[in-house]
């Protein structure tokens, strides 16, 4: 399984258990976008995330440092073992539409509100041509544009299966 800038096919609905396994199923993703359910799958997930992220940890078999960050914006391949397929369960699939569909976008656009509202509240109190107020403004832009990047990279480690809980085994 894998995708390439985000295009192919990708696990989302993330379930991990003490004993490593964990569940999930497989969609066909457009742009990180899933967009029709595939099968689910028990399994364990053996690609070694400890090694990945901004400052990875050293390889124990090679010695070395490996890459620096590895988010989906180039070919991803995760490696899973599948244990067992599982019918489809229409509760997770409507809920990862209301994930993807729903509270993504909010969860993406909320701070663009804020920005919104404090440029109509400047407006409202002339307080445009103050200085304050507009380095307030070009902040409060500025972290909802970060805002946007973070959730998209934190939507796209979830459906890697790299949630807090995941047991990873180095493969």
């Known amino acids: 399984m894998s995708t390439y800038s985000g295009f192919g096919t990708a696990f989302y ?3 991990h258990f003490a004993d490593g396994t964990s569940t999930a199923t497989r969609w066909v993703c457009l742009f990180y976008i899933p967009v029709l359910p595939l099968r689910r799958a028990r399994m364990r997930v053996l690609t070694n995330f400890a090694s990945e992220g901004f400052f990875p940890k050293k390889s124990a078999a090679a010695g070395a440092k490996l890459p620096l960050i590895k988010v989906g914006v180039v070919a ?3 490696r899973y073992q599948v244990l067992e397929e599982l019918p489809l369960a ?3 699939i409507l809920l990862t539409y209301m994930r993807t569909f729903v509270l993504m976008p909010l969860a993406m656009l ?3 509100a804020v920005v919104v509202v404090f440029g109509q509240m400047a407006k409202e109190r002339n307080w445009l041509d103050q200085m304050w107020a ?6 409060l832009g500025i972290g909802a ?3 946007v990047l973070a959730v998209a990279i934190w939507a796209i480690r979830q459906s890697r299966g790299m949630g807090t809980r995941a047991r990873a085994i180095a493969g």
Do not use: K, M, R, T
Request: avoid cysteine.
């Open 13 to 15: 609905g993330w379930q």
């Open 76 to 78: 991803v391949e995760d």
């Open 110 to 112: 909320w701070p663009f």
């Open 145 to 147: 544009l970060g805002n």
């Open 134 to 139: 507009i380095w307030v403004f070009v902040l």
């Open 90 to 92: 229409g509760a997770e």
